[in-house]
């Protein structure tokens, strides 16, 4: 296994400091970082074709207070949101990608706005660790899991 | 980076059926099964030095309703319990892990008991995902995130 790129990024601002490790090729970094940015938008368009082709097919999600959701099928059905509802604001920052071959592990912290049927919006954040899989050379999800800040 | 082993268990009963893969060397996936066996003992002895040990130096850990936990001594602080309360029974069963050269996926469930202060027990269960790393020749949990399962 080598380590192609080693790219810490330490960004300061008045509030708060935070690191950004990621770690493999450069390729694989971007293609990564481009399918966080992509799946953002697909929460936001509910595209849900296109979340549940950011999974692999094995793929297994971990929402809080529930089973393991396991494959495509049942991932887009988590995902489907009800009618009226949607996702006005979804942002991932990934902390740290660690590129180990086909596989990589990634966490971060996300955050989103879900506008409600009465015109009220709530605003949440929380934390992740994601591992992904590459597959025909397309990176995908294959265990995402995440829990709440406050 | 060569799978030396890959063993799918099918463990099969009236109520449900899951599997467990583990790939990787003999050795390492031993040694992670262990450590998964000694933390459930160290969390029931409330052996903090031993769960600071369970993690490298630079381990995060992800609690529902928490910012990102980083480093032993906060990692000690969130898992000592208050005075009087205990964990009866602690356990996790890893459903798959794959070694990746000096690191390692694993996810699974947990359940545990916890002996309150005025006599009561609580149960609860829950979901993980944990990257190992093997620090010095000895697996340590490097992320660990979980939640709940109702």
Do not use: C
Not at 88 to 98: M, R
């Amino acid at each position: 296994m080598k380590s192609l790129l080693s790219i810490v990024l330490v960004i300061l601002t008045s509030q708060l400091s935070y690191s950004q490790t990621y770690t493999g090729g450069k390729e694989d970094i971007d293609h990564i970082l481009k399918n966080t940015v992509l799946f953002s938008t697909y929460i936001k368009d509910s595209n849900y074709k296109m979340i549940g082709a950011s999974y692999t097919n094995d793929a297994k999600i971990f929402p809080n207070n529930r089973d393991i959701i396991e494959g495509t099928k049942d991932i887009i059905a988590y995902w489907t949101l009800p009618d009226g509802v949607s996702i006005k604001h979804h942002k991932v920052v990934s902390n740290e990608i660690k590129i180990l071959g086909d596989e990589a592990y990634d966490y971060g912290t996300y955050e989103g706005t879900t506008l409600l049927k009465n015109g009220k919006e709530v605003s949440w954040k929380g934390k992740y660790v994601i591992v992904w899989k590459k597959i025909d050379g397309i990176w995908k999800m294959y265990l995402d899991i995440w829990n709440s800040i406050k």
